[in-house]
């Protein structure tokens, strides 16, 4: 019953998630993240791929000064709260959407693990931002670390999960490129 509903529903909840979540990050992108980074005048936090030390942290906060804080708190946060969840739903429902095709059900497993594990540590990353922030000047090198360390695992993960989908897809495009049938999708009863 639940793969029944996965099968039918995946492809509409992929579209579904993936616009909210495009519509969020492109808000963050030109609005928010803009924002924080021409007051600032450094990238933020959440722009950093590979993470960020204690002067890094210290001259973006420095830079964004209380009432930047303030904005970082109150506009990008709370975006940056829906957005870790819709990118991993939008993941998980494609994988699953394409994955019905596709003879690996492992790599559509590991896609959603490494998906969700991408969401949890973006928030990580985020209650990391938070903390330095509301810590603010007191600011400790373990923290900056954490919410480093956050970020760069935010970034492989996602980074794994988005390579994870396209090789769903290759195999996916793959399957009906060459005339095989689809793997036959077994429904549970009950």
């Known amino acids: ?7 039918r529903h995946a492809g ?4 579904c998630t993936g616009i909210i979540g495009a519509a969020i990050y492109w808000i ?12 600032s005048g450094h990238m933020p936090f959440d722009m950093r791929p590979a993470g960020n030390g204690p002067q890094d942290a210290i001259a973006i906060l420095e830079g964004l000064g209380a009432e930047g804080c303030q904005y970082y ?3 990008q946060i709370p975006l940056d709260t829906l957005y870790p ?3 991993a739903a939008t993941l998980i429902f494609a994988m699953r959407w394409f994955g019905t095709r ?7 497993r590991v896609g959603i693990i490494l998906s969700g594990g991408a969401a949890l540590c973006d928030y990580a990353e985020n209650l990391g931002i938070v903390a330095m922030i509301r810590s603010w000047p007191d600011l400790s090198d373990a923290l900056v670390y954490a919410s480093s360390a956050a970020s760069v695992s935010k970034s492989v993960l996602t980074t ?3 390579l994870c989908l396209m090789l769903i897809l290759f195999l996916w495009a793959w399957r009906g490129w060459s005339g095989r049938p689809s ?8």
Do not use: C, E, K, Y
């Open 28 to 39: 963050m992108i030109t609005v928010t993240l803009a924002q924080i980074q021409t007051v």
């Open 12 to 15: 509409r909840a992929a579209i």
């Open 85 to 87: 969840a819709l990118l």
């Open 73 to 75: 708190l109150h506009r």
């Open 1 to 7: 019953m639940i793969d029944r509903i996965w099968t």
């Open 102 to 108: 596709i003879s690996n059900d492992r790599l559509v």
């Open 160 to 162: 794994l999960a988005f």
């Open 183 to 190: 793997r036959p999708i077994h429904h549970r009863n009950g």
